[in-house]
C-alpha cells in the first residue's frame, strides 16, 4: 500500500514537473519572440520619426542663401535696380540678417547698410508681405539733393502688404526711428538755406500708405535736430521720381537757444511768420525736390537762394 502511494506521489510530481517545464518554455519563446520582432506601433514611430529627421534635416541643409541671391538678383535685374550684398542668412528660427547691403535706381538713389536684421515671418517674405521690425546698423542713404548717415536705423511694429508691386497696389504703415545721424547734402530750405552738417540727434515717423492710393499721410512726426525740433503732419503724394513727389506739410519748428543765437535773422524771421499763426506752425507744399512755404508775405525764392520777407509797407511813405 505504501509502495502505491510513493508511486502515484512521484507520477504526479513528474507530471506536474513536465507542465511547469511547458509553460516556461512557452513563455521564453514568447520572450523570444517579443524580443526579435518589433509590434506595429513600434514599428509606425520608428517610420514617422524616420521621415520628420530626414525633412528636419534637409530642411537644414536647403541652400537658401543661395536661391535667394537668384530670385533678387532677377526681381533687380527685371525692376531695373542693383541690390549687392556679401552675407545672406534666411533662417527659419531665428532672424534674418544680411551684411553689406547696397542698393541702387535709376533715380540715382543710393542705400548702404553694414547690417540689417529682419524680425518676421519667412512665409509672408515669399508671399511678398512684410510684418514685425527691423534694424539697421549703420546706414547712409544718398539721393539727388539729399545724403544722410545714421548709425541707427529702426522699422518697429511695421507691415507691408505687395511690396514687390507699385506704390498705388501696395498699402501698410512703418514706424521709422533715426537715431544718431548726420545731413550730409540738402537742397535749399525755406528761411534756413541748406542744412548741410545739421546732427540729427533723432527721428520718430509712423506713416501710412492706402491701397489704390499714391499718398503717404503722416500720423506722427517728431524730429530733432542740433538746431531745432520739428513736429510735422500731412502727406506726400508719390510720383515716379522721389524729388518730383508732392508735398503738403505743416511744419512746426523751435529752434534751440543756441541756433536762435548765432542766427538771429533766422529766429527773427520765423517769429515774424508764425506771430499770427496760433501753433507757431508753417504751411510747405511744392515738391520734395523744390519745397515752397505757402504764406501770405513770403517772396518764393529762385532755387539756389532762400526765401525772403516781403518788405512791409512804412507808415510813413515818402511823397
Do not use: H
Not at 174 to 192: E, W
Not at 309 to 317: E, I, K, Q, R, W
Request: aromatic share 6%.
Amino acid at each position: 500500500m505504501a509502495e502505491d502511494l510513493e508511486e502515484k506521489t512521484t507520477e504526479e510530481l513528474e507530471e506536474d514537473v513536465e507542465e511547469i517545464s511547458e509553460e516556461e518554455l512557452e513563455y521564453e519563446d514568447e520572450d523570444s519572440e517579443s524580443s526579435g520582432e518589433l509590434s506595429w506601433k513600434q514599428k509606425l514611430i520608428l517610420i514617422n520619426s524616420g521621415i520628420v529627421a530626414f525633412l528636419f534635416f534637409i530642411i537644414l541643409l536647403f541652400p537658401y542663401e543661395e536661391l535667394a541671391r537668384t530670385f533678387i538678383s532677377k526681381f533687380a535685374q527685371e525692376n531695373n535696380f542693383v541690390l549687392e550684398f556679401k552675407k545672406l542668412n534666411l533662417s527659419l528660427f531665428s532672424n534674418k540678417s544680411v551684411d553689406n547691403l547696397v542698393y541702387q535706381n535709376k533715380e540715382n538713389m543710393e542705400i548702404r547698410a553694414e547690417t540689417i536684421e529682419v524680425d518676421t515671418s519667412i512665409w509672408d517674405l515669399a508671399k511678398k508681405n512684410f510684418k514685425g521690425n527691423v534694424k539697421i546698423t549703420s546706414l547712409n542713404l544718398e539721393l539727388t539733393d539729399y545724403a544722410i548717415k545714421a548709425s541707427s536705423v529702426n522699422l518697429e511694429d511695421s507691415s507691408i502688404i505687395g511690396f514687390d508691386r507699385d506704390t498705388l497696389n501696395m498699402n501698410g504703415n512703418i514706424n521709422l526711428q533715426v537715431f544718431n545721424g548726420t545731413i550730409l547734402r540738402s537742397p535749399i530750405i525755406p528761411m534756413i538755406d541748406t542744412l548741410q552738417g545739421v546732427t540729427i540727434k533723432s527721428i520718430l515717423l509712423s506713416l501710412k500708405k492706402t491701397l489704390n492710393s499714391n499718398r503717404v499721410t503722416i500720423e506722427k512726426g517728431v524730429i530733432t535736430l542740433s538746431i531745432a525740433k520739428v513736429t510735422l503732419s500731412g502727406y506726400i503724394e508719390l510720383a515716379a521720381a522721389i524729388k518730383t513727389s508732392r508735398i503738403d506739410l505743416k511744419v512746426c519748428p523751435k529752434l534751440t537757444e543756441k541756433y536762435s543765437a548765432e542766427r538771429e535773422d533766422i529766429a527773427s524771421s520765423l517769429q515774424l511768420l508764425t506771430k499770427d499763426m496760433p501753433d507757431g506752425c508753417i504751411p510747405i507744399q511744392g515738391t520734395i525736390g523744390d519745397p515752397k512755404v505757402n504764406m501770405p508775405g513770403i517772396q518764393q525764392p529762385p532755387s539756389t537762394s532762400p526765401p525772403v520777407l516781403a518788405p512791409v509797407p512804412s507808415g510813413n511813405p515818402e511823397q
